[in-house]
């Protein structure tokens, strides 16, 4: 209990004492020093004995009313005619705080008992306090990092509008070509696995530490597929359809793009004004590209057509406006010509992709042993800018996307209920097994790239142009 209430405790019980009150009993007597003091004793009307001490709150409720009380008594200006600015309310206040434990023994340590509680409680709470400040510091600092290494939010939200669930018959045929050979027509290989050794050395633990079944990074979900249109002849049952997430007048984001990549010299690229205009068969203009492309890894971005030219490990840059070669680069040891191509075989090698943060191109070398390696590429020069060396076998699944920074497989190309089965995250360098269930409808995946600008999938399924729903999940910071 403060000091300064004591002498007012002093007053009231005088006040009592002045007025006869029964139940006070006031007492002088000088103190150690020869002060002449006031003491008194007041008997409770209700309690025939002090009940133990209870908890602090139960203190702290008491020592709130009482401090109410006292703050009562000092706004009336005294009690009982004794006020504690005068003369005699000094003298008591002095004496008080010289000898209070002599003048009241009983009360004031039970007073002091109850104060170093609640002084260890404030102790206790101020520790917590700091605890919770060094928590509060160490998730904000966990918040800075992954807004840093978070991809930007994407340019568009996912057409509003429905897409055609069938395509017409197309109209217009291309010429006959003769097929591009395959490494392996109908061979299934074992299921997706990681490598048991690579150069980042063994994978931490085994598929159960993993996190089976948990989704990494945005990915939570895909979709039933959505067929948007359908090759009419043998040279479209395999290929790539796209659109630019980013293009350059006079293209749009409607503009949509196609190549069928079955047969020895692809050099044909489909132009068509809209997805609607691919269902029925009609391309606005047909490009014939100066050198021949192999495979389905060729992407569309920044008004440009990224390919892999055929029996090389370059990659090129198609100018779309201009209608020529813009640049071109050998990709350092990569794998090509069936060297490390996905499980279905097709010379796919070397695998382009874009996400939200820009260009990547996928493949595997003989350093790596077969493991996928990850570059970003400069979309102007297509420089490297960084690589990362996954453990995920490239023969071992079927194809791949890349969203956010984060590179998703797709487990199997023939199987009716396949599943998008590993993630690597470019932003912490792990892998990471996954159970999100893909459905291929016409049991012949041969390409699959993800769209940042319609957040959907695109694919070629057996002679089917395709689109997969997704769902991101939403991080919350």
């Keep these: 209990m403060p000091g300064a209430w004591l002498p007012l405790l002093l007053a009231g019980g005088l006040a009592l004492s002045a007025r006869g009150d029964p139940a006070a009993l006031l007492r002088r007597d000088n103190d150690a020093s020869g002060r002449c003091t006031y003491s008194f004793t007041v008997a409770s009307p209700g309690e025939g004995s002090c009940p133990e001490a209870g908890s602090v709150a139960q203190l702290r409720e008491e020592l709130a009313a009482l401090t109410a009380r006292l703050s009562r008594l000092e706004g009336a200006g005294g009690v009982g005619g004794m006020g504690g600015s005068g003369p005699r309310g000094a003298d008591v206040s002095s004496a008080w705080s010289r000898g209070p434990q002599r003048a009241a023994p009983g009360g004031c340590e039970e ?176 490009h014939v590209l100066p050198r021949p492309l192999e495979s389905t890894g ?31 680069r050998e990709l350092p040891g990569a794998g090509y010509h069936g060297q490390y191509p996905y499980s279905w075989g097709g010379y796919t090698d070397i695998d382009l992709a ?41 023969q071992s699944v079927a194809n791949s996307f890349i969203i956010c920074g984060t590179l998703y497989t797709v487990s199997s190309y023939s199987a009716p209920n396949a599943t998008v089965n590993f993630a690597y995250d470019t932003a912490t360098s792990t892998s990471r097994s996954l159970s999100i269930p893909f459905e291929n409808r016409f049991q012949y995946l041969s390409m699959v790239d993800y769209n940042p600008a319609e957040r959907r999938l695109f694919a070629w399924d057996s002679y089917n142009m395709v689109a997969y729903p997704i769902c991101l999940i939403k991080i919350l910071l």
Excluded: H
């Design 111 to 286: 007073l002091q008992r109850a104060k170093e509680r609640l002084e260890e409680e404030k102790g206790r709470l101020e520790r917590e306090k700091e605890e919770l400040g060094r928590r509060l510091e160490s998730r904000t600092q966990e918040i800075a990092r992954l807004r840093a290494t978070r991809c930007p939010p994407g340019t568009g939200g996912v057409p509003g509008r429905d897409a055609l669930r069938s395509a017409s018959k197309g109209q217009w045929e291309p010429e006959p070509l003769s097929y591009q050979e395959l490494k392996s027509e109908r061979t299934e290989l074992p299921a997706s696995r990681l490598l048991e050794e690579t150069a980042l050395g063994r994978p931490r633990g085994n598929r159960g530490e993993l996190g089976l079944g948990e989704p990494l990074g945005p990915l939570a979900w895909v979709g039933e597929p959505v067929v948007l249109g359908r090759a009419d002849t043998i040279a479209g049952k395999y290929g790539v359809w796209m659109k630019d997430p980013e293009p350059v007048a006079p293209f749009t984001r409607e503009t949509t793009w196609r190549v069928d990549t079955v047969g020895t010299e692809v050099r044909q690229l489909f132009q068509y004004e809209a997805a609607e205009q691919l269902a029925r068969g009609y391309p606005a203009k047909v």
């Design 298 to 328: 060729a992407v569309v971005y920044r008004g440009g057509l990224f390919f892999q030219p055929r029996r090389s490990r370059a990659l090129a840059r198609y100018d779309l406006r201009a209608e020529a070669i813009s640049a071109e």
């Design 354 to 394: 874009v996400d939200e943060t820009g260009l990547w191109v996928v493949y595997s070398t003989e350093k790596a042993k077969g493991a996928i390696v990850l570059s970003k590429l400069d979309p102007e020069t297509l420089e490297i800018r960084r690589t990362w060396e996954t453990n995920i076998r490239k």
